[in-house]
């Protein structure tokens, strides 16, 4: 009996890892397409938009687990990093989108956002 409970507290853990990787996945993949829809994207643009998202967050969500994993509790590196990660889906969509969708976007709360990570930047460059 006592060996099954470590292998069963094991597969829990797994579950529960896995649960939150389909939800990971979903919330991306959700993501995707309220701007398809929103911005009127072509089938190519969502293929960028899409692999941009994708590996985004994904480097994002590394980063966090990394500075989670080094017991760093500072939630200035947190923001670091998501910020980092903000301003390459930024630019990276600027690339992708055309200037109207590119408005839409930027109406959508990128801009208000793109405000905030710069003011923060500013902020600590002082």
Partial sequence: MALLLPASGLSAQDRDREEMEKQFYE????QVE?????LKLE???VFYVDSILMHNMTALKEELESLNAARVSSS????I???????????????VLNDEQ??????SGAKREKAARDKRAAKRSQ
């Fill in 27 to 30: 919330a991306l993949e959700s």
């Fill in 81 to 95: 990093a998501s910020d980092k990660w903000m301003e390459e889906t930024y630019n990276a969509f600027r690339k």
């Fill in 102 to 107: 590119w408005e839409k976007y930027l109406k």
């Fill in 76 to 79: 200035e590196y947190h923001l």
């Fill in 34 to 38: 309220r701007y398809a829809e929103q």
């Fill in 43 to 45: 089938e190519w643009q």
